[in-house]
């Protein structure tokens, strides 16, 4: 019985850091960020500003400062944070389409994984497809009341039966109750 108490008091001491620690953290990744060129990481429709606050995002989940992050333990760390509809931010994307490549990050790939989900301004094929992906889960090939209500759920967000008939009929273009992609991509591209 003593066993148990003992691991939870030590895996609470290595959850909790100490203040001290976060502040040595914070100066060490303002230090890192500062000793980097900006103009390396340059894309178009992104900031330098942008670049400087991914830098430093990026710098805070590399744990051991050594210019690479172990994907695996930043995501653990992040889900551990317990903050809702984490998968839907930018970072966690980012994170999670590098780990599909590896199990390790440079900037520079954190970069290309993050950076067209910071300047997408105009719907692209591509990136509805990728949208399209996200509510069309089962690949059936349409977009039904079921598929949107999940989707809509999944988001926290309260619409009720009537709101997402009506999103359904408003893309519906051929009557037929349910989204097809091309349906969705010409809702989306309306301007």
Same mark, same amino acid.
């Given at each position: 019985?003593?066993?148990?108490?003992?691991?939870?008091?030590?895996?609470?001491?290595l959850?909790?850091?100490?203040?001290?620690e976060?502040?040595?953290?914070?100066? !060490?990744?303002e230090?890192?960020?500062?000793?980097?060129?900006?103009?390396?990481?340059? !894309?178009?429709? *992104?900031?330098?500003?942008?670049? !400087?606050?991914?830098?430093?995002?990026?710098?805070?989940?590399?744990?051991?400062?050594?210019?690479?992050?172990? @994907?695996?333990?930043?995501?653990?760390?992040?889900?551990?944070?317990?903050?809702?509809?984490?998968?839907?931010?930018?970072? /966690?994307?980012?994170?999670?389409?590098?780990?599909?490549?590896?199990?390790k990050?440079?900037?520079?790939?954190? /970069?290309?994984?993050?950076?067209?989900?910071?300047?997408?301004?105009?719907?692209?094929?591509?990136?509805?497809?990728?949208?399209?992906?996200l509510?069309?889960?089962? !690949?059936?090939?349409?977009?039904?009341?079921?598929? @949107?209500?999940?989707?809509?759920?999944?988001?926290?967000?309260? @619409?009720?039966?009537?709101?997402?008939?009506? /999103?359904?009929?408003?893309?519906?273009?051929n009557?037929?109750?349910? *989204?097809?992609?091309?349906?969705?991509?010409?809702?989306?591209?309306?301007?």
């Amino acid at each position: 019985m003593g066993e148990p108490r003992a691991r939870r008091a030590r895996d609470e001491k290595l959850t909790q850091p100490k203040e001290d620690e976060i502040e040595n953290l914070l100066a !060490r990744a303002e230090d890192v960020t500062q000793d980097f060129d900006l103009q390396d990481y340059v !894309r178009p429709g *992104i900031t330098e500003a942008e670049i !400087r606050a991914m830098k430093s995002s990026f710098d805070l989940i590399d744990a051991d400062g050594k210019g690479k992050v172990n @994907l695996e333990d930043a995501i653990d760390s992040l889900e551990n944070l317990g903050w809702d509809r984490l998968e839907q931010e930018p970072l /966690m994307v980012a994170l999670r389409s590098c780990k599909r490549k590896g199990q390790k990050m440079d900037f520079a790939g954190f /970069m290309d994984a993050i950076s067209p989900l910071l300047c997408a301004t105009e719907p692209t094929q591509e990136s509805v497809r990728r949208a399209w992906r996200l509510l069309d889960e089962n !690949r059936k090939g349409h977009i039904d009341i079921e598929d @949107l209500t999940r989707a809509v759920r999944g988001f926290g967000l309260e @619409l009720s039966v009537e709101e997402l008939r009506d /999103m359904v009929s408003y893309c519906d273009r051929n009557g037929s109750g349910e *989204i097809t992609f091309d349906e969705f991509y010409q809702m989306l591209s309306r301007h």
